[in-house]
C-alpha cells in the first residue's frame, strides 16, 4: 500500500473528531476572502460545516492563525484523479492493473491535492471519479470535494442524435458535467475535429438537460466553434486571436487556460510519458510552441481584462498536489494580478461551477473551507506553496504543525 494512502487513513481517527457541531473560531492574521476583499485581525466563527460570522477579533479562538493567511479552500476546474504512473515510473499503461490497484493511486492523487489546499476539484475524464467521489463525500476517506464528467464527448460519439443520447445518459448516471473534446490534443496539433453541428448538440442537450459544459479547445476556429455553439466553458484556449478575446468577454464564457504546470511536469517527467500514445517526441515540440503561444495568448486575455478568467491545473501524473504551481506560473509569469488569480481559484472558480452559494468565499451561510498560508500572496504568489493549514467543511485536516 503506498504511504500517501498510509497517510491518509491514519489520519482519519484526529480528523473525524473535529467534525462536531460545536461553534468553532479562527483568528487570522490576515483574511483574503476569495471575493476581491483583504483585511486583518479578523475573527470567523464556524456553526458545524458553515461560516456563522465574519467579524473583528474578540476574546479567545479556537484556531490561533494569527501568523498566516487565510483564504477560502482553493478551487481546481481540472484535474485527473486517476492519472498515475505505474510502480516502474511510467505513465499509467499497465494491463494487468486490477481496478483497486487504480482506485488506490486515485485515493492517494487526491489526498496530495487536499493537503495542497484545494478542498474542491473538477476531475474531468474517469468514471472511477464517482466512486470517489461518493466515498470522499461520506467522510469515509480525506479528499477534496468533487465534480466530474465521468467520460467525454468526442467526434467518434456519433451524430448529434447519438452526441444527445450520451449526455442525456451521462445525466442519467450521475455526472456533474460534460467535457467535450473539440479539438484534438495539442500534441496532435489541435486542429477542429468536432462539426459545428455535433457541437452544437453537445451543447444544447446539456443545457436542457441542466447540466454545464466545458471543451477542450485550441485555436481561433476551435475556440470560437464552442463558444458560438453555446457551451459553457473553454478547457485549454492556448492560442487564439483578440477577436476572440472580445467573444469570450461579450458571451460571458469561462476560460480555464494552462500556461504553467502541465507543460513543466511533462517535461520533468518526460521519459515517463515518452512511448505511451502521442506522447513522442514531435509531440513534445508541439507542446513546448503550445506553452510558448499560450503565455502570449493569457497575458493578451488578461491585459483585456473582460474575460472570466478560472483556475485549472490540469493535473495529470506527477502534478498532484502541485496544482498551486499553475497559479504562481500565472501571476510570475503571465502577468495575471494576484488578487485576480486568487479570485479566479476561488468565488469566479465556485461561479463557474454553479457552485457560487457555496463554496469559494469566507461569508456567512458559505461552507467552512479554509487554507492558511504563511506569508502574503498579494505580495509574493509564491506564499501559495506554503500551505500550513487545511479546512473542509469545518473539519480540519492539516492542522498548524507545532
Known amino acids: 500500500m503506498k504511504a500517501g494512502i498510509v497517510s491518509a487513513l491514519a489520519l482519519l481517527a484526529s480528523v473525524t473528531v473535529l467534525a462536531q457541531d460545536t461553534r468553532v473560531t479562527l483568528r487570522a492574521g490576515r483574511l483574503i476572502d476569495g471575493a476581491g476583499g483583504m483585511s486583518e485581525n479578523v475573527r470567523l466563527t464556524l456553526d458545524g460545516a458553515r461560516i456563522a460570522s465574519v467579524d473583528r477579533l474578540r476574546g479567545e479562538v479556537t484556531?490561533?492563525?494569527?501568523?498566516?493567511?487565510?483564504?477560502?479552500?482553493?478551487?481546481?476546474?481540472?484535474?485527473?484523479?486517476?492519472?498515475?504512473?505505474?510502480a516502474d515510473g511510467h505513465t499509467h499503461d499497465d494491463p494487468d492493473e486490477t481496478a483497486e490497484q487504480a482506485m488506490l493511486f486515485a485515493v492517494e492523487n487526491a489526498y496530495q491535492t487536499l493537503m495542497a489546499g484545494f478542498t474542491t476539484v473538477q476531475s474531468l475524464g474517469s468514471v472511477r471519479d464517482q466512486y470517489l467521489r461518493e466515498v470522499i463525500a461520506r467522510g469515509t476517506l480525506p479528499g477534496p470535494r468533487i465534480l466530474t464528467s465521468l467520460g467525454a464527448v468526442t467526434v467518434d460519439t456519433g451524430a448529434p442524435d447519438e452526441i444527445r443520447g450520451y449526455v442525456r445518459q451521462l445525466a442519467e448516471d450521475g455526472a456533474d458535467v460534460v467535457k467535450i473534446f473539440a479539438s484534438a490534443s495539442i500534441r496532435d496539433g489541435g486542429a477542429k475535429v468536432m462539426s459545428d453541428e455535433q457541437l452544437q448538440a453537445a451543447c444544447s442537450e446539456a443545457t436542457r438537460v441542466g447540466l454545464r459544459t466545458v471543451a477542450h479547445a485550441y485555436g481561433t476556429e476551435s475556440v470560437t466553434a464552442v463558444i458560438e455553439a453555446g457551451c459553457g466553458g473553454i478547457e485549454h484556449g492556448t492560442r487564439f486571436s483578440d477577436g476572440v478575446i472580445e467573444l469570450m468577454a461579450e458571451r460571458g464564457t469561462y476560460l480555464d487556460p494552462h500556461v504553467g504546470l502541465v507543460w513543466a511536469n511533462y517535461q520533468e517527467h518526460k521519459d515517463s510519458f515518452l512511448g505511451t500514445g502521442n506522447y513522442t517526441e514531435a509531440g513534445f515540440a508541439r507542446m513546448q510552441d503550445a506553452r510558448v503561444t499560450g503565455y502570449d495568448t493569457f497575458r493578451r486575455t488578461v491585459q483585456h481584462g473582460g474575460v472570466k478568467l478560472i483556475f485549472g491545473s490540469d493535473a495529470v501524473a506527477g502534478a498532484h498536489g502541485r496544482n498551486a504551481e499553475e497559479l504562481i506560473a500565472r501571476v510570475n509569469d503571465g502577468r495575471q494580478p494576484?488578487?485576480?488569480?486568487?479570485?479566479?481559484?476561488?468565488?469566479?472558480?465556485?461561479?463557474?461551477?454553479?457552485?457560487?452559494?457555496?463554496?469559494?468565499?469566507?461569508?456567512?451561510?458559505?461552507?467552512?473551507?479554509?487554507v492558511a498560508v504563511a506569508g502574503n500572496p498579494l505580495t509574493d504568489i509564491d506564499a501559495m506553496k506554503a500551505i500550513r493549514f487545511v479546512m473542509k467543511g469545518g473539519v480540519v485536516y492539516r492542522p498548524v504543525a507545532p
Open 63 to 86: 484556531y490561533d492563525l494569527s501568523e498566516f493567511t487565510v483564504m477560502p479552500g482553493l478551487i481546481d476546474t481540472h484535474v485527473h484523479l486517476t492519472a498515475h504512473f505505474d
Open 338 to 370: 494576484p488578487m485576480d488569480a486568487i479570485i479566479s481559484a476561488t468565488s469566479r472558480a465556485a461561479e463557474s461551477l454553479g457552485m457560487a452559494d457555496q463554496i469559494g468565499t469566507l461569508a456567512p451561510g458559505f461552507e467552512a473551507d479554509l
